[in-house]
T-cell receptor, first 112, second 115 residues
Framework: GENVEQHPSTLSVQEGDSAVIKCTYSDSASNYFPWYKQELGKGPQLIIDIRSNVGEKKDQRIAVTLNKTAKHFSLHITETQPEDSAVYFCAASPLGGNQFYFGTGTSLTVIP | DAGVIQSPRHEVTEMGQEVTLRCKPISGHNSLFWYRQTMMRGLELLIYFNNNVPIDDSGMPEDRFSAKMPNASFSTLKIQPSEPRDSAVYFC?????????????FGNGTRLTVT
């Protein structure tokens, strides 16, 4: 089955700096890669997703890149703000399936 | 839309007791997932349903766990008997899956503590 690895497990940045979280996957059949943000006491919420026919996608301060050849994808947050502090999860889902395989999460702290 | 609704938000019970967690998916969604989240193991998929039918329950830890989806708007996850190692946050999520992926929408979870 699919194996998703996520790094780093914790990340601290100064407010205004950029944050980058990286994930790798093992199954070349995976073609959908969502990113979730989980705040304390809440469930994970989708913040951005990318499909395998696209190399990059942006939404304001958030961007995701995908390298299918290397089987890795990354989340980029620019101009970080304290409210970006949360746990972020990457996930991969294979073509034709409805299963989602999650990374182990990155705890991001933005220092004011 | 109210989103995925889970109840209760918190459950504290003694070892050996039966626990029932409840989930109401987003109206119109046809897939429902139960996840367990712990510090040690992260987010684990327990079981998922498509059109109320269980598709993959290979993540259910053991026979003490069971899940049902009697209709499109309700699902339960039952643990009987409960054990301290079942303590975790249990999430329900739903999606509308057809031919192309759609994202999961999570509820806010049930924090289960078994003493």
């Amino acid at each position: 089955g699919e194996n998703v690895e996520q790094h780093p497990s914790t990340l601290s940045v100064q407010e205004g700096d950029s944050a980058v979280i990286k994930c790798t996957y093992s199954d070349s059949a995976s073609n959908y890669f969502p990113w979730y943000k989980q705040e304390l006491g809440k469930g994970p919420q989708l913040i951005i997703d990318i499909r395998s026919n696209v190399g990059e996608k942006k939404d304001q301060r958030i961007a995701v890149t995908l390298n299918k050849t290397a089987k890795h994808f990354s989340l980029h947050i620019t101009e970080t703000q304290p409210e970006d502090s949360a746990v972020y999860f990457c996930a991969a889902s294979p073509l034709g399936g409805n299963q989602f395989y999650f990374g182990t999460g990155t705890s991001l702290t933005v220092i004011p | 839309d109210a989103g995925v609704i889970q109840s209760p938000r918190h459950e504290v019970t003694e070892m050996g007791q039966e626990v029932t967690l409840r989930c109401k998916p987003i109206s119109g969604h046809n897939s429902l997932f139960w996840y367990r989240q712990t510090m040690m193991r992260g987010l684990e998929l327990l079981i998922y349903f498509n059109n109320n039918v269980p598709i993959d329950d290979s993540g259910m830890p053991e026979d003490r766990f069971s899940a049902k989806m009697p209709n499109a708007s309700f699902s339960t996850l039952k643990i009987q008997p409960s054990e301290p190692r079942d303590s975790a946050v249990y999430f329900c999520a739903s999606s509308f899956y057809l031919a192309e992926h759609s994202p999961l929408h999570f509820g806010n979870g049930t924090r289960l503590t078994v003493t």
